[in-house]
């Protein structure tokens, strides 16, 4: 929770701000138990932020519920996630408390949508509306090029993770996973003036600007 927290800081958002989280806030991180409990406390301070479903939260979610889901969310992230709880890799229900399953169950949504953007946890068919995408694409499919979907709105992303630390910027679709999970730079963009900030686990701070549309 160290580069959230530092990133929130840095930021310094106010309670009326919309805030677009992208998902996978349960992804192997160390910390797990402290990023959730900032992003209830977050939920409950600012009614305007957003939280995506990622793909981890996907298999943690269904992990409690089903062995198979149960023995590969382990092998990608739930061990971590469950040593942050104090937990082994028996008892994941027990060891989380209910105000986290009811974040992770009842409050995430698979994408969010605004006049001029999109924002989706991995990808998007191009061609077709969000309430349309198959799951496999809101949440597993990488992004190799633009999307250009055919609302005409920019489209932001996370899950294809940018091991350089820099966004991928392709003008009509940006993704922001910058590397957090194996000791990158967490990122935060203001989507209307293109300009991001970052941090790191070791609380460092930078900033940063994205191309103008169309270059």
Not at 104 to 125: G, P
Not at 201 to 209: E, K, P, S, Y
Request: some cysteine.
């Amino acid at each position: 929770s160290g580069a959230l927290d530092a990133l929130l800081a840095a930021v310094r958002p106010a309670a009326g701000d919309r805030l677009v989280f992208l998902g996978d806030y349960v992804d192997r991180g160390p910390d797990t138990k402290g990023v959730l409990d900032r992003l209830v406390a977050l939920r409950q301070a600012m009614p305007n932020a957003v939280f995506l479903r990622g793909n981890h939260e996907l298999m943690m979610t269904r992990a409690r519920r089903d062995r198979g889901e149960r023995r590969m969310w382990l092998a990608v992230g739930g061990v971590q996630a469950l040593a942050s709880y104090g937990s082994g890799t028996t008892g994941a229900a027990a060891a989380v408390p209910d105000e986290h399953w009811e974040f992770l169950e009842d409050h995430l949504v698979d994408y969010y949508e605004t006049d001029t953007h999109i924002f989706v946890h991995a990808n998007l068919d191009p061609g077709l509306p969000p309430d349309r995408q198959s799951e496999t694409m809101l949440f597993w499919e990488f992004l190799t090029a633009p999307v250009r979907h055919v609302s005409g709105k920019t489209v932001v992303c996370g899950h294809t993770s940018q091991k350089t630390g820099v966004p991928l910027d392709f003008g009509d679709t940006v993704c922001i996973d910058t590397f957090a999970y194996g000791g990158g730079w967490l990122t935060c963009l203001d989507v209307t003036a293109r300009t991001f900030v970052q941090a790191d686990a070791l609380g460092r701070v930078r900033d940063g600007q994205l191309s103008e549309p169309g270059w």
